[in-house]
């Protein structure tokens, strides 16, 4: 995987040749454990717990999805706090559940022609204005 900045936005372009949040790279456990049973941590409680990759990520505001990935992981970018758009690539068929739960600056996606599905809570507590195909 790779960032750039394009079009004024720190973008990664996601390859899926890493499980992100299985892994632990983007989004530390006890952050996402915590959400899930609906324990608030304040902004600065959640950095202390993120290692500095972690840091990194949530500092990506736009993710482009590279052609031949064609399923999106569940929670891979969970509580992305600062991504405000997602472009995939017409090769996704699937968005697995939670994979952008909680971005909430999310406004804009533009989704892949051949998508068959989407899961629960894909896109849950996101912003979106402006969904293509």
Partial sequence: MRTKVVDGLLTLFYDGSKELWNQGHLIEKSIVWN????????????????SPECRKYWSWEQVIVQE??????????????????????????????????????????KLSVNLEFIEEYAFGYCNLSSVFV
């Fill in 68 to 109: 031949g990935i064609t399923v999106i992981p569940q929670r891979t970018f969970l509580e992305c706090k600062n991504l405000e758009r997602v472009i995939f690539a017409d090769t996704v068929t699937v968005i697995k559940e939670y994979a952008f739960l909680r971005c909430k600056k999310l406004a804009y996606i």
């Fill in 35 to 50: 959400r899930l049973e609906n324990k608030e941590l304040t902004e600065e409680e959640k950095m202390k717990q993120l």
